[in-house]
């Protein structure tokens, strides 16, 4: 499989260009900083290369294994003047690939939180009850006083019923981006499929999920009226790249590859080291 990171790089190059002529045409009041520059490009080439990269390759990789979506998305393509970017981004089923592969294919399939909140504890409430083992302690205490559990239903002597889970101070949440993309009570029965006109009729339960683009977590929330505050500021750019992408390669390239060669999809954990520096 070819990996698209050399190409995407000199790609992204250019984009961090942009700033940079950017910044030197606005008033020395208003502009950043050499040194501000410098981190912006870097962040810019650390968040946004690796990650849109690892979706073309991906998309790529859905589209060899379902050659009759590709061959539908070529015809559009051709029929569409690739040399008009507004046509491109605008075409309806490159729109439709580009969500079913970003959904399936998350480059970024989970991320954590800690949370900070001052209260000792904070209860959040589930949709759907969660069954949690209960503790021995707990199990020999209620035979005794016959307690009820403290956040639910006890379900029977082993097993409680929790409609939400309390908070503590430092906790830190795992939020399960690709598995909520690809949650078959959400999506339907074929979530794991990639099935680009799945986009011409969603089923109605897709709208409860609060993602920043096309009802997925693939780049964060979008909520932010709710508190989601966080998410990736570079999507637009992230999706208007890989459609470029997709529409120069798939107009004239056909991408096939051999059913026997299974390709592993491996997630690799980076970690954040957050440096905090005295301001002197
Ligand atoms: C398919 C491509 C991309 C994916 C899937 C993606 C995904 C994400 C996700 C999930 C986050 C949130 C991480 C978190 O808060 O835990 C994020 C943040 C971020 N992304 Fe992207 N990203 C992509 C492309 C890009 C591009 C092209 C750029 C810049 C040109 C970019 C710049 C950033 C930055 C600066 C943040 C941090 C924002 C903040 O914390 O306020 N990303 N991205």
């Known amino acids: 499989m070819i990996h698209f990171r050399a190409y995407h790089l000199s790609f992204l190059t250019y984009g961090a260009a942009l700033p940079v002529r950017a910044n030197a045409a606005t008033s020395a009041s208003q502009a950043l900083t050499h040194s501000e520059m410098l981190s912006q490009i870097s962040t810019f080439l650390t968040a946004g290369h690796e990650t849109t990269a690892c979706a073309l390759t991906w998309t790529l990789y859905a589209l060899a294994r379902a050659p009759s979506a590709q061959t539908r998305l070529r015809a559009a393509l051709r029929a569409c003047d690739i040399n008009d970017v507004n046509a491109v981004l605008n075409l309806p089923l490159l729109e439709y690939t580009v969500r079913e592969a970003l959904r ?14 001052v209260a000792s504890e904070c209860f959040v409430p589930l949709q759907n009850p969660i069954r949690v083992r209960v503790p021995t302690w707990r199990r020999l205490f209620r035979r005794f006083r016959c307690s009820s559990s403290l956040t639910g ?3 029977n002597d082993q097993w409680d019923l929790q409609s939400g889970v309390f908070l503590r101070h430092g906790d830190i949440l795992n939020i399960p981006i690709q598995t909520v993309n690809r949650a078959t009570d959400v999506w339907g029965p074929d979530a794991g499929i990639f099935r680009p006109e799945r986009w011409a009729a969603l089923p109605p339960a897709v709208s409860t999920i609060p993602g920043l683009y096309a009802h997925t977590l693939t780049f964060l929330n979008g909520n932010g009226g709710a508190g989601g505050n966080r998410s990736c500021i570079g999507y637009r750019f992230a999706v208007a790249e890989i459609k470029v992408f997709l529409a120069c390669l798939l107009h004239d390239l056909e991408f096939s590859i051999d059913d ?17 520096e005295p301001n002197c």
């Open 104 to 117: 399936l294919h998350a480059p970024v399939s989970g991320t954590l939180r800690v949370y900070a909140g």
């Open 153 to 155: 239903e006890a379900e």
């Open 260 to 276: 026997d060669v299974v390709i592993e999809k491996r997630v690799k954990c980076v970690p954040l080291l957050l440096i905090i």
